[in-house]
């Protein structure tokens, strides 16, 4: 008779997992930083996280993968808590809400996102893997966006609202990356896309006409 897996053993497993991954991730983005992501080799990586290199690839089918592989996941939570918001909110409202609320743990990662963003800039063979990247992103925002609307697909006008409104987020992680360690990613966010939806009125109006304020609301 099979043995019985109990919760707790469950538990374990998926935290040493977790750890694991972590372990890996950390070593590589050190290694990429020190050496180059060229000259680093995943049996390197996998020294620096005190695993083998079968355990490397356990987590990671290719080097590249240990940089991009999460983003996925990111994305399919946001795309989850910006279509759980309420009708009653606009798109850019939600927007905002639901970046901010993503983006709650990111103080504690901001060294490793600052080696991250340093390492891609270092590389353009990583730099067009993250354009790749982006593209698939923006079409994931998109449906989000589309699926919030009531849309059976994503249009035209969700595209462009989600390319503006990463484009708008990668602003932000910009400025909070180069900022102090005191400045808060949140409050970052909703000023950004208070910025964003001021610029949108102006636009619209003519050059002569009053300023009308943004009611973007922070969520």
Not at 115 to 132: F, G, H, M
Not at 184 to 211: H, S, V, Y
Request: glycine fraction near 4%; aromatic fraction near 8%.
């Amino acid at each position: 008779m099979p043995a019985t897996i109990s919760h707790k053993d469950g538990s374990l497993r998926d935290a040493h997992r977790r750890q694991t991954e972590w372990a890996l991730r950390q070593a590589a983005l050190e290694l990429f930083a020190e050496q180059g992501y060229d000259a680093t080799r995943t049996e390197d990586v996998a020294e620096r996280a005190g695993v083998s290199a079968r355990t490397f690839f356990r987590y990671f089918p290719s080097k590249d993968t240990v940089l991009f592989s999460n983003h996925g996941a990111w994305f399919d939570s946001f795309s989850e808590t910006y279509q759980k918001l309420p009708q009653s909110m606009s798109d850019l409202d939600a927007m905002c809400a639901a970046l901010r609320d993503v983006a709650g743990n990111f103080s504690r990662r901001r060294p490793s996102l600052r080696l991250y963003w340093e390492i891609l800039a270092d590389s353009p063979a990583l730099l067009a893997r993250a354009r790749e990247c982006h593209a698939q992103n923006v079409l994931k925002v998109a449906t989000a966006v589309a699926t919030r609307r009531g849309l059976p697909e994503r249009d035209d006008t969700s595209t462009l609202f989600a390319t503006i409104s990463l484009m708008t987020y990668r602003r932000v992680m910009n400025k909070w990356l180069a900022g102090g360690d005191s400045a808060d990613l949140r409050e970052a966010i909703t000023a950004e896309f208070k910025l964003l939806a001021d610029t949108m009125a102006q636009c619209q109006r003519a050059p002569g006409a009053p300023a009308v304020e943004s009611r973007l609301r922070a969520g």
